[in-house]
C-alpha cells in the first residue's frame, strides 16, 4: 500500500471526524506539492523510504 493512499485515508479520516477542516487539508495538499518540487525532495523521499522499510521489518 503506498504512502500516498495511507495519508490520503488519514487525512480524510481527519476531515470526517472534524479534527482537520478542508481549509487545513487543502493547505497541507499544497504544501506537499510544493515540497515535492523543491530541492528537498529527495532526502524527504529517502528518510520516508528508509522508515518503510523498517516498519516493514517489524515482527509481530
Known sequence: MSLVLL???????LI???SLRLGGALVSALFGFLLA???MAPG???ILDH???E???IDL
Open 44 to 46: 524527504v523521499q529517502d
Open 51 to 53: 522508515l518503510a522499510r
Open 7 to 13: 495519508v490520503g485515508i488519514w487525512a480524510g479520516l
Open 37 to 39: 518540487s523543491s530541492k
Open 55 to 57: 516498519i516493514t521489518e
Open 16 to 18: 470526517r471526524r472534524g
